[in-house]
C-alpha cells in the first residue's frame, strides 16, 4: 500500500516557476515508478512525466519537454516536478500517481494523490 500526497501548487504568472512534490508512504516506494498527471477543467487527464524506480531513467509529454524536470529522493519518499517557463495552458489540478505494474506495454497506476492545484495567470 502506498498513499501519496501532493503540495506545492499555487498561482504564478506565466514565464514563472513552481516545484510540485509528491510525498510517498510506505516502505516500498522505490519499487514504483511514478507518473505526474494533470487535469484542466473539461479536459481529460493527462500524462505530463515519469520517473523510473531509480530515478535514472525519465520520459516527458512533448508539451512539457524542457521546461518542465521529474527527480525523486527515495531516502526521503519523495519525487519532485520542477515547472519553469509555465503558461496558461499549463493550469490543471497535477496529480502523483505510482505504478509497478506494466500491462500491455502501458504501466497501470495504481495509487492515486489526491491532486494539487496550478493556476497560470496571463
Known amino acids: 500500500q502506498v498513499q501519496l500526497v501532493e503540495s506545492g501548487g499555487g498561482l504564478v504568472q506565466a514565464g514563472g516557476s513552481l516545484r510540485l512534490s509528491c510525498a510517498a508512504s510506505?516502505?516500498?516506494?522505490?519499487?514504483?515508478?511514478v507518473g505526474w498527471f494533470r487535469q484542466a477543467p473539461g479536459k481529460e487527464r493527462e500524462f505530463v512525466a515519469r520517473?523510473?524506480?531509480?530515478?535514472?531513467?525519465?520520459y516527458y509529454a512533448d508539451s512539457v519537454k524542457g521546461r518542465f524536470t521529474i527527480s525523486r529522493d527515495n531516502a526521503k519518499n519523495t519525487v519532485s516536478l520542477q515547472m519553469n517557463s509555465l503558461k496558461p495552458e499549463d493550469a490543471a489540478v497535477y496529480y502523483c500517481?505510482?505504478?509497478?505494474?506494466?500491462?500491455?506495454?502501458?504501466?497501470?497506476?495504481?495509487?492515486w494523490g489526491q491532486g494539487t492545484q496550478v493556476t497560470v495567470s496571463s
Open positions: 510506505g516502505r516500498t516506494f522505490s519499487s514504483y515508478t
Open positions: 500517481a505510482a505504478s509497478n505494474v506494466i500491462k500491455r506495454g502501458k504501466y497501470e497506476y495504481t495509487y
Open positions: 520517473i523510473s524506480q531509480s530515478g535514472g531513467s525519465t
